[in-house]
């Protein structure tokens, strides 16, 4: 499965009382086909969210006067997140606690990597993710769930994979041939 989704303190009632169940489902699989196996994910997160309707500009403020933002927003619903390191997960309940405190965010959603060493003797991404949220409940009450995502390495191209050449290798051109037998050249080929 491309991603799990962990319910904490009653998320799951806020997402359906708001309607909003298909919606978070179907953006974290766009998220999940967007980014899987990138290697700049940044911005893709960043126009993925933008085509499913979460960054509606003013909104993704966490602080007014300040420049920090979530992730997206929509219905008072915020989402978070990173994929570089599951560490982020302190950071991100923290930030969506403060705009739940603040009243502008009635739920929020924590997207991460599950990818963590496979030293780790603490068990999976979504046994410690549990035990995190819960040793947090008296600091951290916000009703949150928490997508674990598994995108896999970034897939780098050295563009050797093509058989048979194609259009994207272009004409090859000697260099001291003429102009016309250059189009000549180029005519006979297609």
């Known amino acids: 499965m491309p991603f799990e989704i962990i319910h904490f303190r009653g998320s799951d009632k806020i997402l359906k009382k708001k309607q909003m169940v298909k919606d978070v489902k179907t953006t974290l699989e766009y998220i999940y086909d967007a980014l899987q196996g990138s290697l700049y994910r940044g911005e893709l997160l960043r126009q993925a969210l933008d085509e499913m309707g979460w960054r509606e500009?003013?909104?993704?403020?966490?602080?007014?006067?300040?420049?920090?933002?979530?992730k997206g927003f929509k219905k008072g619903v915020a989402l978070d997140g990173s994929f570089a390191a599951y560490e982020y997960i302190l950071e991100g309940l923290f930030r969506l606690e403060i705009g739940f405190r603040k009243g502008k965010?009635?739920?929020?959603?924590?997207?991460?990597?599950?990818?963590?060493?496979?030293?780790?003797?603490?068990?999976?991404?979504?046994?410690?993710?549990?035990?995190?949220?819960?040793?947090?409940?008296?600091?951290?009450?916000?009703?949150?769930?928490?997508?674990?995502?598994?995108?896999?390495?970034?897939?780098?191209?050295?563009?050797?994979?093509?058989?048979?050449?194609?259009?994207?290798?272009?004409?090859?051109?000697?260099?001291?041939k003429t102009k016309e037998a250059q189009d000549a050249d180029q005519e006979t080929q297609t």
């Open 105 to 176: 965010i009635d739920c929020g959603i924590l997207m991460l990597t599950a990818a963590r060493s496979e030293k780790s003797s603490l068990g999976t991404s979504r046994d410690l993710a549990v035990a995190e949220v819960e040793y947090l409940t008296d600091i951290i009450t916000i009703p949150v769930s928490i997508a674990l995502f598994n995108l896999g390495p970034p897939v780098i191209s050295d563009g050797e994979e093509q058989e048979g050449g194609g259009d994207h290798d272009g004409i090859s051109i000697h260099a001291n």
């Open 57 to 70: 500009n003013g909104s993704l403020n966490i602080l007014d006067g300040r420049r920090y933002q979530y």
